[in-house]
Nanobody
Framework: VQLQASGGGLVQAGGSLRLSCAAS????????MGWFRQAPGKERDFVAH????????VYADSVKGRFTISRDNAKNTVYLQMNSLKPEDTAVYYC????????????????WGQGTQVTVSS
């Protein structure tokens, strides 16, 4: 499985971005999908997770109410809509696929995209 993340960029605080993660194969009936982020010098942090069906959504407390994860299984694509962005959201964002027992543990995901940079200016 190859994952291609896109949609990052530079935005002012309060702005919005939508990240996309396109998979090379059908992921709808096989994999849970997650978004993580990593700022310079920091650990890779969990951002959001979506189940196979899209019915179960989980968010980190730091993004709850501002970010929305979704998936379009017909397009093998997962999205992360990011609103009300803050400077502390600045990081490289990664999408991941797998069947982790703990959705927030990045070490349990099998496949990763290359990352897309999100920079939020104050």
């Amino acid at each position: 499985v190859q994952l291609q993340a896109s949609g990052g960029g530079l935005v002012q605080a309060g702005g919005s971005l939508r990240l996309s993660c396109a998979a090379s194969v059908r992921t709808s009936t096989r994999y849970f999908m997650g978004w993580f982020r990593q700022a310079p010098g920091k650990e890779r942090d969990f951002v959001a997770h979506i189940s196979w069906s899209g019915r179960t959504l989980v968010y980190a407390d730091s993004v709850k109410g501002r970010f929305t994860i979704s998936r379009d299984n017909a397009k093998n694509t997962v999205y992360l809509q990011m609103n009300s962005l803050k400077p502390e959201d600045t990081a490289v964002y990664y999408c991941a696929a797998g069947n982790p027992g703990d959705y927030s543990n990045y070490k349990l995901y099998d496949y990763w995209g290359q990352g897309t940079q999100v920079t939020v200016s104050s």
